[in-house]
């Protein structure tokens, strides 16, 4: 089952991979239910996208339709009667999606679901508690400043000027894609964009821009993950923003970054350090910026629903790193299945299912 749509600012990203999810996936070895939520939070069956699946996946939109019958959520993910296997692949970026909340849900069905757990996803999104984590975990990072909306006033801006100086990156604490975020120069910058990115969410982040290359790590695995060569991304704006990553034309993406052996494997052991530290399983994006002459490698943030297209740096990297779209889609799901039954082995109880 592909799950996908949403209803945060991220719903039309999620759409257009879940089509490339869709081609991507063996019609001879899965049988494929797309599933959408609106952006009213209704779950639907696709039923466009089903009858284009029935005449192959060539005849897959770019994006997907989520319109179509309304589905009731728990049901809808729970095993099958006929006692196949059912494995959801969650491609639900966001608030109410990628944060936890809907692997919640998986979970109470006690179905196998591609990427991280309920706490991982949770701590991921929220860039806050991430930060809190990664810094309690020992790992070098941004200064940085957070705040929920109720102490966003002018002793807080005074607090960013004082502590963090300018230029400034101002973020939504719980939002993905470089929505909401915007870089501020000055006092009368910082303001506008704390309004913006409040109008996100309730807690904004704030870190000190830092002058450094970009480095992203690919992460593949549950207890025992693995890192794909590194990348480096090279904006064609001040930072890395929505329009670079889905607009087509954007970012230069270097493919493996032009590091030395020993920065290439230092990158790699802190990307496998943060996964664990930060709880995920199944995939994730390790982000860093490269201070080359000052504080070496710091830790950005790890996504643990990165973007999914086949250009897209998460398999990009792994396809440099010897494990093409195909493959990757069909490992990620062996993981879901694996992740499922080794917390089965561990005390979970048993669903009492009715009989069909």
């Known amino acids: 089952m592909v799950l996908f749509g949403g209803v945060s600012a991220e719903h039309e990203v999620s759409c257009v991979t879940a089509a ?26 696709s039923e466009d996208t089903a009858r284009a699946l029935a005449e192959g996946s060539a005849a897959l939109p770019p994006s997907l339709a989520t319109e179509g019958p309304s589905l009731d959520p728990l049901p809808t993910v729970g095993p099958a009667a006929t006692g196949d296997q059912v494995v959801v692949f969650p491609l639900i970026h966001g608030p109410l999606g990628e944060d936890g909340t809907v692997q919640g849900l998986l979970e109470l069905a006690d179905v196998p679901y591609v990427g991280a757990g309920v706490l991982g996803s949770a701590v991921c999104m929220d860039k806050a508690m991430a930060k809190a984590i990664a810094g309690a975990a020992g790992l070098r990072q941004p200064r940085y400043l957070a705040a929920r909306d109720i102490d966003v006033d002018p002793a807080f801006v005074r607090k960013v000027a004082n502590d963090l ?180 082995g561990h005390g979970r109880p048993q669903p009492v299912v009715d009989p069909p």
């Open 165 to 344: 100086g300018f230029p400034v990156f101002v973020k939504p604490a719980n939002l993905g894609s470089s929505v909401g975020i915007t870089k501020a120069n000055d006092l009368g910058q910082l303001e506008v964009a704390l309004a913006t990115a409040l109008a996100y969410d309730e807690w904004v982040l704030v870190e000190e821009a830092v002058l450094g290359r970009e480095i992203e790590v690919a992460v593949l695995g549950n207890a025992r993950p693995r890192a794909s060569v590194p990348g480096e991304i090279r904006p064609s704006h001040e930072f890395y923003d929505y329009a670079d990553k889905y607009g087509g034309d954007g970012a230069e993406l270097l493919i493996p970054a032009p590091l030395t052996p020993e920065a290439t494997e230092e990158v790699r052991s802190l990307a496998l350090a943060a996964y664990g530290a930060l709880r995920c399983d199944g995939l994730g994006r390790v982000d860093f910026f490269y201070e080359e002459d000052g504080r070496g490698f710091l830790l950005n943030e790890v996504n643990t629903l990165p973007g999914f297209t086949p250009n897209s740096m998460y398999p990009a990297l792994w396809a440099a790193s010897g494990v093409s779209y195909p493959d990757l889609v069909d490992e990620l799901v062996r993981l879901a299945v694996e992740r499922h039954e080794h917390r089965r």
């Open 20 to 45: 490339h999810v869709l081609r991507a996936l063996d019609p001879e070895r899965y049988d494929l239910v797309p599933v959408a939520v609106t952006t009213e939070g209704r779950w639907v069956l």
